[in-house]
C-alpha cells in the first residue's frame, strides 16, 4: 500500500504492472512515456481521471483515481478462456 500513497517516486513495480496491464489491452506503451499512455487510457473511460493524470501527474494523483486506473485497466482485459 505504500506504493500508492507517499509523494517521493512512483515505484518501479507498480509503473511496471502499469505497462504491462496497457499492453495487455494492444495499446502501444512505451517505459519512458508510461504516465502520458495512462493518461490517454484514462481519458477512454473518464475525462476527469485523465485530467487529472495530466494535471498533477501520477504520484501525487488521489488514491482513488489510482485505484480506478488500475481496476478499470484490469477488468478490461479479455478474458483468458
Known amino acids: ?9 512512483v515505484s ?8 504491462k496491464l496497457m499492453r495487455k489491452l ?3 506503451v512505451n517505459f519512458d512515456r508510461w ?8 481519458h477512454s473511460y473518464s475525462d476527469q ?3 487529472e ?8 494523483l488521489n488514491l482513488a483515481v489510482k485505484l480506478r ?3 478499470v485497466n484490469f477488468y478490461s482485459m479479455p478474458s483468458l478462456t
Open 1 to 9: 500500500m505504500a506504493c500508492f500513497v507517499y509523494f517521493i517516486a
Open 12 to 19: 518501479y513495480p507498480l509503473i511496471e504492472l502499469h505497462v
Open 26 to 28: 494492444k495499446k502501444s
Open 35 to 42: 504516465e502520458k499512455a495512462a493518461a490517454k487510457y484514462a
Open 49 to 51: 481521471d485523465g485530467w
Open 53 to 60: 493524470i495530466e494535471r498533477f501527474g501520477y504520484k501525487k
Open 69 to 71: 486506473l488500475l481496476k
